[in-house]
């Protein structure tokens, strides 16, 4: 694949992931701060089909764009985004890379993650512990998305490594 081709299929992914970002947040989930996480799908896919620092590049942007969009660029959501995305990512490599789980797998580890993240980053913002009762509540809930997230992954993957074959 030439580099502008490979350049522009990853401007695309970079769309696709600020799209699904904005969309989700009309999603009621009819908890705080809780979202379904469909941008992740994107970096699960890059994670297995791209280099990794594609992958990071489109989560970093995605996030920083997405701020920037909102209106809330380097305020304490923003950070609390930043946090859960970066180490998100990086539970998210590692364990696609050591292939004990499955995408869905990846995906839960992930979203679980991002929820850590942001829970730790907002403990350091209030200057309280007390945040951390919320982790268990949203935990749940990101196994669910993670799981959801993980499913919609796999089926993509099979069926783009089936088109490869085909081609």
Same mark, same amino acid.
């Given at each position: 694949?030439?580099?502008?081709?490979?350049?522009c299929i990853?401007?695309?992914?970079l769309?696709?992931?600020i799209?699904l970002?904005?969309?989700e947040?009309?999603?009621p989930i009819?908890?705080? =701060?809780?979202?379904l996480?469909l941008?992740n799908?994107i970096?699960?896919?890059m994670l297995?089909? *791209?280099k990794?620092?594609?992958a990071?590049?489109?989560?970093?942007?995605?996030?920083?764009l997405?701020?920037?969009?909102?209106?809330?660029?380097?305020?304490?959501? *923003?950070?609390?985004?930043?946090s859960g995305?970066l180490?998100s990512?990086?539970?998210?490599?590692?364990f696609?890379?050591i292939?004990? *789980?499955?995408?869905?797998?990846?995906s839960?580890l992930g979203?679980?993650?991002? /929820?850590? =993240?942001?829970?730790?980053i /907002?403990?350091?913002i209030l200057d309280t512990?007390?945040?951390?009762y919320?982790?268990p509540?949203?935990g749940?809930?990101?196994? /669910?998305?993670g799981?959801?997230?993980?499913?919609?992954t796999?089926?993509?993957?099979?069926k783009?490594i089936? /088109?490869? *074959?085909l081609?």
């Open positions: 694949m030439s580099k502008t081709k490979r350049l990853i401007s695309m992914l769309a696709m992931a799209v970002n904005i969309l947040s009309f999603i009819g908890i705080p =701060g809780v979202k996480g941008a799908i970096i699960l896919i297995y089909e *791209f990794p620092y594609e990071l590049s489109v989560n970093v942007l995605r996030i920083l997405v701020g920037l969009l909102r209106g809330n660029f380097l305020s304490p959501t *923003f950070m609390m985004s930043l995305g180490l990512f990086l539970i998210m490599y590692l696609s890379r292939k004990v *789980f499955s995408p869905i797998g990846v839960v979203a679980v993650s991002h /929820a850590t =993240g942001q829970v730790i /907002a403990m350091i512990q007390a945040v951390i919320y982790l509540l949203i749940l809930l990101s196994i /669910a998305t799981i959801l997230s993980g499913i919609i796999r089926l993509y993957l099979k783009s089936t /088109a490869r *074959f081609n």
